[in-house]
């Protein structure tokens, strides 16, 4: 049994800057849905024949399998959990920057995420606001910078773009 390696925030960070990364994603994501209409059991054989002379392709198509399926992914909204905005007011409905806030999207560990709009640009957008007491937290403020800096460099249609960082 192959047992693929779990992608992390460090091996992302680790990983040298390759051009050619959105046209390999969009190799694996075909070569993932090709295998996955597959029976389960011939899966394996399929990727290999397929793209068995690129270690990276096959590595990332069985990271991809490997991950659980729901059919009912999204089949509803998500829960909007009450902030924890640590007695500040919502930001709902004020202008931030040059964002205009538009509803809560949900809370984390991490802080606040916000629908909001851009208006310089004219587009929607997600806001992540950290809670003020981390804005004191050094290891906190490292960790959101490694998270923009690692989304930032992936180039994919399902994972978020970082416009800015403020």
């Known amino acids: 049994m192959i047992v693929p390696r779990p992608i992390t925030a460090e091996l992302l960070e680790s990983q040298p800057h390759d051009p050619d990364a959105p046209d390999r ?68 409905g004020h202008r931030l920057g040059g964002y205009q806030v538009d509803t809560l999207i949900g809370v984390g560990g991490m802080g606040e995420v916000y629908r909001a709009r851009d208006l310089r640009l004219r587009r929607d957008v997600a806001l992540k606001i950290l809670p003020p007491q981390f804005l004191l937290d050094a290891d906190r403020l490292a960790r959101f910078n490694r998270e923009a800096r690692v989304l930032a460099s992936l180039n994919h249609p399902r994972i978020a773009g970082i416009y800015g960082f403020e």
Request: hydrophobic share 35%; aromatic share 6%.
């Open 25 to 92: 994603w969009r190799r694996a994501e075909e070569l993932y849905h090709a295998a996955r209409s597959r029976p389960h059991d011939e899966r394996e054989g399929f990727i290999v024949a397929t793209a068995g002379d690129d270690p990276m392709l096959l590595d990332d198509v069985r990271s991809l399998l490997a991950q659980p399926v729901s059919d009912r992914f999204l089949e509803q909204p998500p829960l909007l959990p009450t902030p924890a905005s640590g007695g500040r007011s919502s930001l709902i």
